[in-house]
């Protein structure tokens, strides 16, 4: 079965628009677990502008499934990551005016920050995965700098699929999901684990459930979003339940 792992740094943002003491995004993992999430995914971001170091840290106290950190590859968060021991790090590009994560890493085998992140997190047991666009020249590249696995960014497919209600001859959305399809086959060659996140929905997500070894799916802004009206583990649990329904 595929993994899935919710999001909550939307949790996080409700909380920091008032610079408040809830909704906690510790409590909404509990929840989230409940209702059957294999993982919990956080953003640490340099900004800070909704997880925060000591979210992290309660976290790694309390979430009994995979801690799952996003971050960037800069030296002040690897430390945070070296201390707390997620169980798994995904490496995404940062930048500050960004609503979210926009894009994937641009890679280069002789990018030494990237490659030393990568190689501190693993000898400390940490399972690295590279947030990259679906292209299978860059798959090979987060092979060869190290990467235990790829995260693939669906966010223009994604878009392509809200474009067109998902009609499954527009010409736009096959050309998208061919681009993943081709990135999974890539990962499943080459022994990478694949993951994919950004953009998916209640929607659109049994279109995606057909990639070749695909092991975990992170959503974040669907999930919290269902759960503002049904309850989180109720959100989760429905989430869970298109998972296990297969491709549609």
Not at 52 to 59: A, F, G
Not at 144 to 154: F, M, Q, Y
Request: some cysteine; overall charge negative; aromatic content about 2%.
């Amino acid at each position: 079965m595929i993994h899935l792992g919710v999001n909550i740094d939307h949790v996080a943002t409700v909380r920091q628009a008032r610079k408040a003491t809830e909704p906690d995004p510790v409590l909404a993992a509990h929840l989230a677990e409940l209702g059957g999430a294999h993982a919990i995914t956080v953003h640490l971001r340099q900004d800070r502008r909704h997880i925060q170091d000591r979210d992290v840290r309660l976290l790694r106290e309390t979430v009994q499934g995979i801690l799952n950190l996003e971050m960037a590859a800069g030296e002040d968060i690897l430390d945070i990551a070296l201390a707390v021991m997620p169980d798994q790090v995904c490496l995404v590009p940062e930048h500050r005016q960004e609503l979210t994560t926009e894009g994937g890493l641009h890679i280069s085998r002789d990018d030494r920050r990237l490659g030393n992140a990568i190689a501190r997190l693993r000898d400390s047991g940490v399972m690295v995965s590279l947030f990259i666009e679906p292209d299978p020249a860059t798959v090979q590249l987060a092979k060869d700098i190290g990467a235990d696995a790829v995260e693939l960014h669906t966010g223009s497919w994604a878009n392509a699929w809200a474009q067109c209600r998902g009609d499954e001859h527009d010409e736009a959305l096959i050309q998208q999901l061919s681009r993943i399809e081709e990135a999974a086959d890539a990962a499943a060659t080459i022994g990478l684990r694949l993951h994919a996140g950004h953009g998916i929905t209640y929607a659109n997500v049994r279109n995606l459930l057909h990639l070749p070894l695909l092991r975990e799916l992170n959503i974040g802004h669907s999930i919290i979003s269902r759960a503002i009206m049904v309850g989180m583990e109720r959100a989760v649990r429905d989430m869970c339940a298109m998972l296990s329904a297969g491709p549609g």
